[in-house]
């Protein structure tokens, strides 16, 4: 219709205003068309990470804004039925997922690009916006991602339905993530062994104990929790090899397992300051810690502290070990394991005595070997225990008695001493290197005996050495009867301390023939040797010529004596013939017969009667001495030296008197004569009788001697004495000389 205007005539029609709102219609349609082809719905569980999902929120609502500018721009608004984006900050949890009817919403959002592949998103920042999906492409697609998520994260739980996977699933983004996604979803699902059980190792370990024990099963981090129930024992057991295991430093986690029964570790995968309070399984049975490869270990504390703090609550544990363990103090007390049936402590440092044990009434086997254990043993005869060891330790005294339930006994490497009580019911009984001593009881019951190294004066007659089925009784140290030889008894038998060999079928001894066989001792080999000698004092002395040695026919050697014997104690050593028994026997010998032993000193004797002597009241007329020869040093005495001064003096030669004596000394007597004495001086030694010389008396008016006179005075052999003249002598001289005198004045 035209309307008039005044002074302008306009004509207006209908079709333009229809055309304007046609525009206006398609500008809106195609902003609505673009809108709904960039927007997509993603399936979200709540498993990402923090980090990770207000990145993937961030970049969401990045791309939301992007779709509300493009929308805004065109001044139209989103449909009632599209969803909106959460908004989220960096700190806030990330993006929970959505449930089976929000999958199949007919109108989804557009998360932004991370790393996915353009096929599986049908917006790309660098392309064109395409045709949108429609709802059932779209269902479809995020139903398939669903079930490619159920296939990895429980390919090993077939009972997990559909709906389990998708609430415990993380993010889906393309299907070449499907990996990683799976490992994500491993990591935060409460139930995976991972978040529960941190230590790698430990949950490799229980893993693989449980799949040795239910092998039709397939056993990993995913499922794990699914065995932690009573319908499962879960048995840490030892693998074949300890490299299988790395090294557990945490049991964080192992609460969980309440089914617990058997708990094993090997220091060689596990360090002992991760070990727990075992109180959370009240069924546990069984409780070993081994050391097979012998790496150092310290608990730092004793062996009952460990079993107080760790093992207090298990009141059904049956059997314990704590082997090479470096623990201290002496046998714990078990008094909270009432059940307890089976000990085992190798190779500690336990110390002390072994106590009654009697209050663990379902005992039946223990083993302290290799610790350092003292005094006597009271638990051989412990009702109901069946085996027993407490080799290499220090235990010393005699076996009371061994109990009737007793079948295994290894008392090898102690100090016992004494006779062997009734052996009973036992079949394996090592007892070397000990100190018992005298017949073996009966053994018929025995299917193992090891003898060899003590006292026994009887043995086994068999041949069979071997360690687990035989009978060994080699190098027995007995103590042989004393031997007294003498001129009516002469010849003995060092054999006969040794009553014989047992046989097994009759329980009885019977006669054994003996070779004797060469031995070495302090570096020297024979068969007969002397050790000590009459003093007692140890020495090493070959003896096989001493004694004149024979064999009868029964195979006894019969040793002879003489007169030569030393006394002391002898060593031989015989070997049994066709037995597995061997003794090395002392024999103390005491050689009485008349001549006596050649290394003792000969007794002198009385000394001889050297008879009467002369009677010293009558003189002895001197003889007129001799002229000295000269002094000649050397022989028995001293050099003699003349006086100086004195042979100077002599002008006439001395006569010398000589006493005889007859081995005894003489006694001086004085002479009718005035100013005349004679004086014997003599001295024993031995039997001879040396006389001593008078000693001159010289005077003023004497001439001087000539070299030929001349006096010396004489040093004895062998003493320290001088000869002088005799008063008499000196007397004589001073008559003479005086008489000289005066006829010399007359003659003037």
């Not at 708990?263 to 081994?290: G, H, K, V, W």
Request: net charge negative; hydrophobic share 30%.
């Amino acid at each position: 219709m035209k309307r008039a205007t005044i002074g302008e005539n306009k004509e207006h029609y209908k079709s333009y205003k229809a055309g304007k709102h046609w525009l206006y219609a398609s500008i809106t349609l195609l902003a609505l068309g673009l809108g709904t082809a960039t927007v997509e719905t993603t399936v979200h569980a709540d498993v990402t990470p923090a980090a990770d999902s207000s990145s993937l929120v961030q970049k969401q609502s990045s791309a939301d804004t992007s779709s509300s500018v493009q929308s805004s721009a065109t001044g139209s608004t989103s449909s009632a039925n599209t969803s909106q984006t959460p908004q989220t900050s960096d700190k806030q949890a990330p993006v929970t997922a959505t449930s089976k009817a929000q999958v199949t919403s007919t109108t989804t959002e557009t998360p932004a690009n991370d790393g996915q592949d353009a096929t599986d998103n049908p917006v790309h920042s660098d392309q064109s916006v395409g045709q949108p999906e429609t709802t059932t492409q779209n269902n479809n697609r995020l139903a398939n991602k669903q079930s490619a998520v159920v296939d990895d994260a429980d390919a090993n739980d077939t009972t997990n339905d559909v709906s389990n996977a998708v609430n415990h699933s993380v993010p889906i983004t393309t299907d070449g993530d499907k990996i990683a996604v799976a490992e994500s979803a491993s990591v935060l699902d409460p139930n995976n062994a991972q978040v529960w059980m941190p230590d790698a190792n430990l949950r490799a370990y229980i893993e693989d104990c449980i799949q040795k024990t239910y092998s039709w099963t397939t056993v990993n981090d995913a499922n794990l929790y699914q065995y932690l129930n009573d319908n499962y024992k879960i048995q840490m057991i030892q693998p074949v090899s300890t490299n299988d295991v790395g090294m557990i430093t945490s049991l964080k986690g192992l609460e969980r397992v309440t089914n617990l029964i058997h708990f094993q570790m090997d220091m060689s995968y596990f360090d002992p300051s991760a070990m727990i309070d075992l109180s959370f399984a009240p069924n546990l049975t069984s409780f070993e810690l081994s050391n097979l490869t012998g790496v150092p270990v310290n608990w730092g504390m004793t062996a009952n502290d460990l079993v107080q703090k760790y093992l207090h609550a298990n009141s059904k544990l049956e059997f314990f070990r704590a082997d090479q363990q470096n623990l201290t103090g002496g046998i714990p007390d078990f008094s909270n394991n009432p059940e307890i049936e089976n000990i085992y402590m190798i190779e500690n440092q336990l110390t002390g005595t072994i106590p009654s044990l009697r209050y663990l009434t379902n005992l039946e086997s223990i083993d302290v070997s290799q610790n350092q254990l003292t005094g006597n043993i009271e638990n051989l005869n412990q009702p109901g225990l069946r085996y027993i060891s407490v080799q290499y330790n220090q235990l010393s005294g005699p076996i009371a008695e061994f109990g009737d339930s007793l079948v295994e006994a290894n008392l090898n490497n102690d100090r016992f001493t004494g006779q062997l009580p009734d052996l009973k019911n036992i079949e394996w009984l090592w007892l070397q290197n000990n100190q018992f001593s005298g017949d073996l009881p009966n053994t018929q019951k025995l299917k193992n005996l090891l003898y060899f190294y003590n006292n026994f004066t009887s043995g086994i007659l068999s041949n069979n050495s071997d360690t687990y089925q035989g009978y060994n009784g080699w190098k027995q140290s007995i103590q042989g009867n004393d031997v007294i030889l003498t001129d009516d008894n002469m010849t003995f038998e060092p054999s006969a301390v040794i009553n014989g060999l047992q046989d097994l079928t009759t329980g009885e001894n019977q006669p054994t023939k003996f070779d004797m066989e060469n031995f070495k001792f302090d570096n020297l080999t024979s068969s007969v040797m002397r050790i000590t000698n009459v003093n007692g004092k140890n020495i090493a002395e070959d003896a096989a010529n001493t004694f004149k040695i024979t064999q009868n026919a029964n195979g006894v050697y019969q040793f002879t004596g003489n007169k030569d014997v030393k006394s002391g104690t002898y060593l031989i050593y015989l070997l049994a013939q066709n037995a597995t028994y061997s003794a090395y026997v002392y024999i103390n010998v005491d050689n009485q017969m008349t001549k006596t032993d050649p290394t003792e000193p000969v007794d002198p004797g009385t000394p001889v009667d050297p008879g009467t002597p002369n009677n010293p009241d009558t003189p002895v007329v001197p003889e007129t001495p001799t002229t000295p020869n000269p002094i000649v040093n050397g022989g028995d005495g001293d050099a003699i030296v003349p006086n100086k001064n004195e042979a100077d003096k002599v002008t006439k030669s001395v006569k010398q008197l000589a006493v005889h004596q007859n081995g005894q000394a003489a006694k001086g007597q004085k002479s009718a004569q005035k100013n005349t004495t004679v004086a014997l001086n003599t001295k024993v030694e031995g039997q001879k009788v040396v006389q001593t010389a008078a000693k001159s008396l010289v005077t003023k008016a004497d001439k001087t001697m000539t070299t030929s006179e001349k006096m010396a005075i004489e040093t004895l052999p062998q003493t320290n004495e001088k000869s002088t003249m005799s008063s008499f002598v000196a007397g004589v001289l001073v008559l003479l000389t005086t008489l000289g005198f005066a006829d010399a004045r007359r003659r003037h």
